[in-house]
């Protein structure tokens, strides 16, 4: 069983579009997160959930916004998407807040 | 603004003993060293952590000084498929009550045939 599952695992994508990327953790963790990692390989922390709290809230654009229907769930959601965007965005969940972490297989965003 | 350094590429000869530097000169004294390592553009996996004592899994050996400033992760026998970015990390404090990591370049290591 995937412990941390993305879906969709590629994405390509007009500028302007809206788009979400979905997250589902199975292992009963209380903290989730989503990471951009971006061509020159940085992985940066965007944002941090713990029971379905914003918790970490790094400086993004407001057009991205997580949202988390429930502990193992934390989706993303871009709006008004921009070229900059491309990247491949990572979730990830711990029982502890930066804890060891389990990585999902990532989504890679093309917007053209 | 990552509080680690590490060397940015390592090679390794396949079966041979993979020893990976990191310093973390400004860690708290109840900051855990953690390392996680991304092979070629999947998930970061995470290897190992501790905080003073040397630790060990079936993964690899964490050496941390007494002084905690640096560590080294062992691979005791790299082979082929232990090609890939390893990052070392520890917390990051913010102004709210949590802390958060960074996760710097990392060292690109490469096992060589």
């Known amino acids: 069983d995937t412990a941390v599952s993305q879906t969709p695992k590629y994405l390509v994508t007009q500028m302007g579009n809206d788009k979400s990327i979905k997250c589902e953790q199975n292992?009963?963790?209380?903290?989730m997160y989503w990471y951009k990692q971006d061509s020159k390989k940085f992985l940066k922390i965007m944002f941090s959930?713990?029971?379905?709290?914003?918790?970490i809230n790094e400086t993004v654009p407001n057009r991205f916004s997580p949202k988390s229907p429930d502990k193992a769930h934390l989706n993303l959601h871009i709006n008004s998407l921009e070229l900059g965007d491309s990247a491949v965005y990572f979730c990830?969940?711990?029982?502890?807040?930066?804890?060891?972490?389990?990585f999902g297989p990532g989504t890679r965003l093309t917007v053209t | 603004d990552a509080k680690t350094t590490q060397p940015p590429s390592m090679d390794c000869a396949e079966g041979r003993a993979a020893n990976l530097p990191c310093n973390h000169s400004?860690?708290?004294?109840?900051?855990?060293v953690y390392w996680y390592r991304q092979i070629h553009s999947q998930g970061p996996q995470y290897i190992i952590h501790?905080?003073?004592n040397n630790e060990t899994n079936e993964m690899a050996s964490l050496i941390i000084t007494e002084d905690r400033k640096s560590s080294t992760l062992i691979l005791p026998h790299a082979t082929l498929r232990d090609t890939a970015v390893y990052y070392c990390i520890v917390r990051v404090p913010t102004k709210t009550s949590y802390d958060k990591v960074i996760f710097g370049p990392g060292t690109s290591l490469s096992v060589i045939p």
């Open positions: 501790g905080l003073k």
């Open positions: 959930y713990n029971n379905k709290e914003l918790i």
């Open positions: 292992l009963g963790h209380d903290t």
């Open positions: 400004t860690i708290s004294g109840n900051e855990y």
């Open positions: 990830a969940s711990s029982q502890e807040t930066f804890q060891k972490q389990y």
